[in-house]
């Protein structure tokens, strides 16, 4: 059973870098595709960015040029750095992984941009 913790988020000012992990224990990580959603309240979970199981990246428009995917193989490790946050960034940041045609999603991580 794959589970999918994240971690990394907080306060932080604007203009303010965070970097967030997502820890998927129990996976066959080299052929997983790893993403980032987040969420506030009372609206849809929204796609951030994805990294497919080769390496390759992509971005939301509101995100590109500030934030960056990757991913660790040998730390099962899915990481987000998030530079130049803004307060329209703050919301529940969730990780999904995805193996063989099954999602599994993390519980998620507070990042709240505020002065």
């Known amino acids: 059973q794959v589970q999918v913790v994240e971690s990394g988020g907080g306060l932080v000012q604007p203009g303010g870098s965070l970097r967030l992990s997502c820890i998927a224990s129990?996976?066959?990580?080299?052929?997983?595709?790893g993403y980032w959603y987040r969420q506030t309240p009372g609206k849809q979970r929204d796609w951030v960015a994805s990294?497919?199981?080769?390496?390759?990246?992509q971005h939301a428009d509101s995100v590109k040029g500030r934030f960056t995917i990757s991913r660790d193989n040998a730390k099962n490790t899915v990481s987000l750095l998030m530079n130049n946050l803004r307060p329209e960034d703050t919301a529940v940041y969730y990780c999904?992984?995805?193996?063989?045609?099954?999602?599994?999603w993390g519980k998620g991580t507070q990042v709240t941009v505020s002065s």
């Open positions: 999904k992984i995805f193996q063989d045609g099954v999602e599994y």
């Open positions: 129990g996976s066959d990580f080299s052929r997983v595709a």
């Open positions: 990294i497919s199981r080769w390496g390759f990246s």
